[in-house]
C-alpha cells in the first residue's frame, strides 16, 4: 500500500511540473532561509557556556535611577572585590579585571629581551589570581595557583607563545613593554586561548598593581564565584551593606554634596550571570567589550517562523487550489471502494514526499549559502554535519512540517461527495476561495511589514553614517603604538608638521571613537556659594592642536594657546553639554574642580565621541603632553597615498624597530556601528527570502485562476471584451487583497520599527513616506508578479481554448 502512495505522489507530482517547482522551491527557501537563523541564533545562545560551573559564576552590576533614568554601571573600586569576599560567606571568590588603557591596558609595544623589533600587540588586561580560577583558566604552562601573584610576571596566551617561542616552552622567558627594559616582564604562565564564544578576549594577563585602596575611583570589573546554596536574591539585598560601610562613608569624607549621597543610598547591586554578559549587556553598563543583542535573536526567530509558515502557507493555498482538478479523482475512487483514511494517507504521503525533497534542496541551499552568511554575520559558523543529531532532527522536521501542512488538504479533498463531484456540480477548485484570500492578505501583509522595517533600517544606517558628528572625521590618520617615541613625540610631531601633506598634528589617546582612552570625573562648581551635586564628566588630556586637527567648533571663548602659560597648569574647555550641566549661561572665567580648580577658557559646541545610540554627555577637555601614546594627523585630501608614505618613512627614522601602524578616524566611526550594520543586512536578507517566497505563492496562485477561467475569458474574448477588461478581471481581486494587506501591515510595522529605534539616542523620524514607499513597492511586486499570467490570458486564441472544451 505504501508503495503504491508512493507511485501515485511522485506521478502527482510530475504531472504539474510549475506547481511542483513553487511548492518544493518556496519550502526549500524557506527551510534555507531558517536553517541559517537556527544556526545564528544557536551561535548567539553559545556564549560562555564553556564554564563548568557557569550557573555559579556571576559579574557585578551597579543600577541606580538617576536623572529620570536607569543607569548602570560594571566599573568597580579596587577594595570592592576583596570585600566582598570577606564580608559575604556565600562568594567563594571574587576577581577583578581592569581594562582601561589608562592603566596601560589594551594594545601595547612587546619584544623579547634581548632583540631590537617591537611589535604591536592586543588584549592586555590587569587581573588578580582569583580570575584565572573563577573563569577556570588552567594553564598549559605554568602554576595555576600562583601565576599571578607577583608584580612583573605575565600570562600569555597560547597562540602568542606558540608565535614568539615557537620552540614550545615559554616558561621564564622575559619581554619588555613600551620599550621600557628597566622594567622587564617575566611568563608565568601560558594559558589556552580564549574560546571564540567568550565575552572576554584577552591575549595577556598581568597582575595587578594598582595601590590605590581608594572607595572613590572606579575602574574595575568584579566576577565572583558564589556557593551553589546561595539565594541571589537576598544576596545581591545584603550586597548593599557594602554601599553603607564603605562606599558612602568614603564620599562623605571626600566632600561630596547631600544630593549625591542620597543618589547612592538609592542604588542596588545585581548579579548577572556570565552566560548572560554577551547577550543581556547594554550600553548603559560601558564595558566596552563586544555583545550581541537578545532582541535580535528573538527578531530572527520570529522571521525564522514567518518565512517557514509562509512557505506553509504556499503549500496549502497551492493544495486546495488544485482540489478542482483531483476531485473527480476522489469521487471515482471513493465510488470504486476507497475509504477515507486511504485518501488520507495517500495525501499526505503527497505532503511528506514534497517536505522531504524541499528539505534536502534546502539543506543544499544553506549549505551554499553558509560562507556569504557568515561574511555578513562576521561568522565562522560551521554546518553540522558531523553532529549525531542533525541529520535524524532534519528527517523529523521533514515529517512532521509535511504532516502539519499535508493536513488540511488531506481532510479537505478527502471530505468530498461522490455524487456531487461525479455531477459536476462541485467546483471547490474556483469557489471557495475565502481561506486562499485570508492566507495571500497574511503571506503580503508580513511581506510588507518586513519592508518596512528594511527601509527604516537602511534610512537609519544612513543618518548615522551620515549625521554631521560636530568634528571632522576624514583624512585623519590614527597612528597607534606612538607611545614608543617616549621623548621624541614632539620632535615627530614636528617633522610630521614639514610634510606638504600634512594640515595638522595632534598627540591624545582620548578620540571620538570606540577602544580610545575614557575617563570619568565627577566636577563641582566653585565659588557659587550652592551646595550642588557633582556632574559627572569625561576628563580628557589632549594636546594644544587637538581642537583645530579634528575640526571641533569653538563655541565661547577661545581655544588652548601654547603662549599663554596657565593653559598647561590649569586651564579648561568644555563641550556645551557641560556648561548646561553646570546651569552656566557664561562659562567663561567660571571654575570648577575634580579634586583641583580649573578656569573655563573656552566652550565647544558638542560632538558626538560615543555611539548614536547613546546621548552626546558631558566633556572637559585639559592640556597634557606627557603619555599620550597616540598621534592623529589631518591629511590635505589632495594626495593621502603620498602623504601616508610620507609618515612611514618619518615613523621608520625615529622609531626604526616598531612596526608602522595606522587606522583611519572614518573608518574607526563606521566600525562602532558595525554591529547594527550587520544586523541591518542580515535582516534584509531574510525580509528579501520571504517576500520572494510570498511572491512565488502570489504567482502560482494566479497561474491557477487564469487556468480555471480559460473558458470565462474565451468566451469574453469571442463577445469583443478588449485586454483592459480581461487584465482588470484576472487582477483587481488580488489587488484588493494586496490594498487591505499593506492596511493591516502599517500600524504593526510602525509599532515594530518604533520600538526598534528606541535603543538611538539619534533616530530618522518614521514619516509617511515610508509606508507609502512600502506599499508602492508590495503593489509592484505583486502586479508584476500576476501581470505575467493576466497579460498572458489575455492574448490567448479563444478558439483554441473553447475547441476542447
Known amino acids: 500500500m505504501i508503495k503504491n502512495y508512493l507511485k501515485i505522489a511522485w506521478r502527482s507530482i510530475k504531472s504539474d511540473k510549475l506547481f511542483t517547482f513553487i511548492k518544493v522551491g518556496g519550502f526549500a527557501m524557506g527551510i534555507a532561509a531558517c536553517l541559517l537563523i537556527a544556526l545564528f541564533i544557536k551561535d548567539e545562545l553559545s556564549y560562555d ?60 609595544g612587546l619584544r623579547l629581551t634581548g632583540e631590537s623589533q617591537n611589535n604591536f600587540e592586543d588584549g592586555f588586561v590587569f587581573a588578580n589570581q582569583n580570575i584565572l580560577e573563577i573563569l577556570e583558566i588552567t594553564l598549559v604552562q605554568g602554576n595555576t595557583k600562583e601565576a599571578l601573584l607577583q608584580p612583573g610576571n605575565i600570562v600569555i596566551s597560547k597562540s602568542k607563545a606558540d608565535k614568539y617561542f615557537p620552540e614550545g616552552n615559554a616558561l621564564g622567558k622575559s619581554i619588555v613593554l613600551d620599550n621600557n627594559t628597566s622594567r622587564p616582564y617575566t611568563i608565568t604562565g601560558v594559558m589556552p586561548d580564549f574560546p571564540k564564544k567568550s565575552h572576554l578576549q584577552f591575549n595577556f594577563l598581568l597582575p595587578i598593581e594598582d595601590t590605590n585602596m581608594s572607595w572613590t575611583n572606579q575602574n574595575y570589573f568584579t566576577y565572583v564565584l558564589v556557593d551553589e546554596n546561595a539565594s541571589i536574591p537576598a544576596l545581591e539585598k545584603k550586597m548593599f ?72 502557507i504556499n503549500f496549502i493555498n497551492l493544495s486546495t487550489a488544485k482540489s478542482a482538478n483531483r476531485a473527480k479523482e476522489v469521487g471515482m475512487r471513493k465510488t470504486v471502494g476507497a475509504y477515507k483514511s486511504n485518501l488520507v494517507a495517500q495525501f499526505l504521503t503527497e505532503s511528506v514526499l514534497y517536505s522531504l525533497i524541499s528539505f534536502l534542496l534546502g539543506l543544499m541551499l544553506a549549505w551554499v549559502l553558509l560562507p556569504t552568511f557568515n561574511e555578513i554575520a562576521a561568522k565562522s559558523i560551521l554546518f553540522p554535519w558531523e553532529v549525531w543529531w542533525f541529520v535524524p532532527l532534519m528527517t523529523s522536521s521533514a515529517l512532521f512540517i509535511g504532516i502539519i501542512a499535508g493536513m488540511y488538504p488531506a481532510f479537505y479533498l478527502s471530505s468530498f461527495r461522490p455524487v456531487n463531484v461525479l455531477k459536476g456540480s462541485l467546483s471547490v477548485g474556483s469557489k471557495s476561495g475565502n481561506l486562499r484570500s485570508g492566507l495571500v ?31 571632522d572625521k576624514d583624512q585623519v590618520v590614527i597612528l597607534e603604538g606612538a607611545n614608543i617615541l617616549g621623548n621624541k613625540s614632539e620632535s615627530f610631531k614636528a617633522q610630521l608638521l614639514q610634510l606638504p601633506q600634512v594640515q595638522a598634528v595632534t598627540k591624545s589617546d582620548y578620540l571620538p571613537i570606540d577602544g580610545a582612552k575614557r575617563n570619568g570625573n565627577t566636577f563641582k562648581k566653585v565659588g557659587e556659594g550652592i551646595e550642588d551635586r557633582g556632574i559627572p564628566a569625561q576628563f580628557w588630556r589632549v594636546d594644544y592642536d587637538y581642537i583645530k586637527t579634528l575640526g571641533v567648533k569653538v563655541k565661547e571663548g ?3 594657546s601654547r603662549e599663554i602659560a596657565s593653559d598647561s597648569i590649569n586651564s579648561m574647555i568644555i563641550n556645551a553639554k557641560m556648561a548646561q550641566d553646570l546651569g552656566y549661561e557664561n562659562p567663561i572665567g567660571k571654575y570648577i574642580n575634580n579634586g583641583r580648580d580649573w578656569t573655563i577658557v573656552g566652550v565647544v559646541q558638542d560632538f558626538h565621541f560615543k555611539s548614536l545610540k547613546e546621548d552626546i554627555s558631558a566633556l572637559t577637555l585639559v592640556v597634557a603632553n606627557n603619555d599620550l601614546g597616540t598621534i592623529s594627523v589631518k591629511l590635505k585630501s589632495d594626495n593621502i597615498g603620498g ?19 595606522y587606522s583611519f578616524l572614518d573608518q574607526k566611526f563606521t566600525q562602532m556601528h558595525e554591529d547594527v550594520q550587520r544586523m541591518g543586512k542580515i535582516f534584509n ?10 511572491c512565488l505563492g502570489l504567482f502560482a496562485l494566479s497561474a491557477f485562476m487564469v487556468e480555471q477561467r480559460k473558458k470565462e475569458i474565451s468566451i469574453r474574448l469571442v463577445l469583443g471584451a478588449p485586454f483592459e477588461s480581461i487584465y482588470k478581471l484576472l487582477t483587481l481581486d488580488f489587488l484588493k487583497l494586496i490594498v487591505i494587506a499593506i492596511l ?62
Open 241 to 312: 551593606s557594602i554601599m553603607e560601610n564603605y562606599i558612602i562613608p568614603a564620599q562623605l569624607a571626600y566632600g561630596r554634596d547631600p544630593a549625591f549621597i542620597q543618589v547612592l543610598k538609592t542604588v542596588e547591586y545585581k548579579l548577572q550571570p556570565i552566560a548572560d554578559i554577551h547577550l543581556r549587556s547594554d550600553l548603559a553598563m560601558g564595558d566596552g567589550l563586544k555583545h550581541g543583542d537578545i532582541r535580535f535573536v528573538w527578531l530572527f526567530g520570529a522571521i525564522a517562523g514567518f518565512i517557514l509558515l509562509l512557505a506553509g
Open 643 to 661: 602623504g601616508l608614505a610620507a609618515i612611514e618613512a618619518i615613523w621608520n627614522k625615529n622609531v626604526p624597530n616598531q612596526a608602522f601602524a
Open 685 to 694: 536578507s531574510f525580509a528579501l527570502f520571504a517576500i520572494l517566497v510570498a
Open 49 to 108: 557556556q564553556q564554564y563548568e560551573n557557569k550557573d555559579r559564576i556571576y559579574r557585578v552590576v551597579l543600577q541606580g535611577f538617576m536623572d529620570g533614568e536607569i543607569k548602570k554601571s560594571v566599573h568597580f573600586q579596587l577594595p570592592f572585590a576583596d570585600a566582598l569576599q570577606s564580608d559575604f560567606p556565600e562568594i567563594e571568590k571574587a576577581g577583578k579585571i581592569n581594562m582601561s588603557e589608562l592603566f596601560g591596558a589594551g594594545k601595547r
Open 441 to 471: 492578505v497574511f503571506q503580503f501583509a508580513a511581506s510588507v511589514i518586513l519592508i518596512i522595517g528594511t527601509l527604516i533600517i537602511y534610512k537609519q544606517m544612513d543618518y548615522i553614517l551620515h549625521k554631521e558628528l560636530g568634528y
Open 558 to 560: 577661545r581655544d588652548f
Open 744 to 805: 493591516i501591515a502599517i500600524p504593526i510595522g510602525w509599532y515594530m520599527m518604533n520600538r526598534w529605534l528606541e535603543d538611538f539616542a539619534y533616530k530618522v523620524d518614521i514619516g509617511w513616506e515610508i509606508f507609502l514607499s512600502a506599499g508602492m513597492i508590495a503593489m509592484a511586486v505583486a502586479v508584476a508578479t500576476i501581470s505575467y499570467q493576466s497579460i498572458g490570458a489575455a492574448l490567448i486564441k479563444p478558439l483554441k481554448s473553447l475547441r476542447t472544451e
